[in-house]
């Protein structure tokens, strides 16, 4: 009983914290320009890298199956969740490296 109540806590403290962003954090590689990658951190920041247009950071939120990419200038970029992709407002897919 003991062993088990520290897991449930352990559990609950990492959730409330936010630690466990259900495995979304990683690198995600675009399959329309494969040399596109974007890289989602367990802090709840991310980086874009773009060959051809300019990279850019900020922090994300996840909420059921929707990310929210969040610019420092306030420009909030909306995608969803789709297995172990995300498809973002254009539809491009982004598949997890």
Do not use: H
């Not at 962003?21 to 709840?44: A, F, Q, R």
């Not at 420092?72 to 997890?96: R, S």
Request: one cysteine or more; proline letters at 3%; charged letters at 25%.
């Amino acid at each position: 009983m003991k062993k088990s109540m520290s897991v449930v806590l352990i559990l609950a403290v990492f959730l409330v914290g936010g630690c466990l962003e259900s495995g979304i954090e990683g690198k995600y590689v675009s399959t329309k320009y494969p040399g596109d990658y974007m890289e989602l951190n367990s802090d709840g920041t991310f980086f874009v890298y773009q060959e051809i247009r300019k990279s850019f950071s900020g922090t994300y939120e996840i909420k059921d199956d929707t990310i929210r990419l969040i610019l420092p200038n306030g420009i909030v970029e909306v995608g969803k969740l789709e297995g172990n992709n995300i498809i973002d407002p254009d539809g491009d897919v982004w598949k997890k490296a």
